[in-house]
């Protein structure tokens, strides 16, 4: 017989708690997503933008999602990015995000979620450049962050527990500040020769592997020539590249429907030349060894960031505080739960 499940609060810091140290798990639950969402046992339907007239830079986004398998659960996460919120002194992002019991539809967790959704793009880039890397037979030792914030260092430190280690690190940010602040990380975190770049031309040329973590709105990098030593590009921000350089690439993606849509870098490719055959295939397919990526092209891997990849991120974490006893629940929080008043209390 169905019940109604208890309802649970999870904070940022018990978040942050099952996280980290267990980047290798969250890398693990991302893999189990991608394959499930290859093989047809999620729903992911599309992202919904809430925008704003008078601040064109920010928006609300909410991804629903549902994940079967040995996971088997039903969600939707609830993110903001307010760019200007940086020269104010807090995150551009915050988020929530909501779990629903798959057999009652009942929601029985909410948790803070920012944390969960720079873990699952971190884990994603650190499990697309592993699996693209040995699937070429190419090792980069040259890292470069096109952006140098948040999630760049989330997206480091789930390199360096995916096994990468690093001779060379760049960092181009038009923000002098922040380029000085993520170098000032880089060099506390690892071993490696740690250069700001003034230009991007300059890190992308001297980068075996390129990480985009920009808020870019539309292409500004825009010459091929650039790319002439075939890097691995993880174009986590979706919209800094030109057509040109995604069409003289070979690309893959996590999704092709969801990618090719919102001004992507390919959906402007797709736009341009009317079809999709500029795109090899998704990172499953790579998994699976369907597709291979070549070494002697640039290798460019754009998610549009699927929000299945939360949910199993989320499920790991509330798992995680439930086997610790922390698990912080609301007694009350559904109350008018007969059909006839008879569980309302009586005054």
Request: hydrophobic share 40%; net charge negative; proline share 5%.
């Amino acid at each position: 017989m169905s019940r109604i499940p208890t309802f649970a609060v999870i904070s940022g810091a018990q978040v942050h708690q099952a996280t980290a140290g267990q980047e290798k798990a969250v890398i693990a639950a991302v893999e189990k997503a991608y394959r499930l969402h290859g093989s047809g046992e999620t729903v992911n339907p599309d992202s919904y933008f809430l925008r704003f007239p008078d601040r064109p830079s920010s928006r609300i986004i909410a991804l629903p999602a549902s994940v079967g398998g040995e996971v088997g659960v039903h969600g939707i996460k609830w993110i903001s990015s307010f760019p200007e919120n940086v020269a104010a002194g807090i995150p551009r992002a915050s988020a929530v995000l909501v779990l629903n019991d798959a057999e009652t539809g009942y929601p029985f967790a909410v948790l803070e979620s920012s944390i969960i959704s720079a873990a699952r793009t971190a884990a994603s880039a650190a499990l697309a450049a592993l699996t693209l890397s040995e699937a070429r037979g190419t090792t980069p030792r040259r890292l470069g962050f096109v952006g140098g914030g948040l999630i760049a260092r989330y997206v480091h430190t789930y390199l360096a527990a995916a096994g990468f280690t690093f001779d060379e690190i760049g960092v181009h940010d038009l923000s002098a500040e922040h380029a000085e602040g993520f170098s000032d990380y880089l060099r506390r975190s690892q071993p490696s020769d740690v250069t700001i770049h003034a230009t991007a031309e300059d890190l992308i040329r001297s980068s075996d592997l390129v990480v985009f973590t920009t808020v870019a709105g539309e292409p500004h990098v825009h010459d091929p020539a650039w790319f002439s030593h075939n890097p691995l590009v993880l174009h986590l921000s979706l919209r800094d590249l030109s057509t040109e350089i995604i069409l003289s690439s070979w690309n893959a993606v996590d999704d092709i429907e969801h990618c090719l849509k919102a001004d992507t870098s390919p959906h402007l490719a797709e736009q341009a030349t009317g079809n999709r055959d500029f795109i090899a295939g998704t990172l499953d397919d790579v998994l699976a060894s369907r597709i291979t990526p070549p070494a002697d092209k640039p290798v460019i891997f754009s998610p549009f960031g699927l929000g299945v990849l939360d949910l199993v991120v989320a499920k790991h974490v509330y798992d995680a505080v439930s086997t610790t006893g922390d698990l912080n629940t609301i007694p009350d929080f559904f109350h008018d739960t007969d059909r006839y008043g008879r569980t309302l209390t009586q005054k």
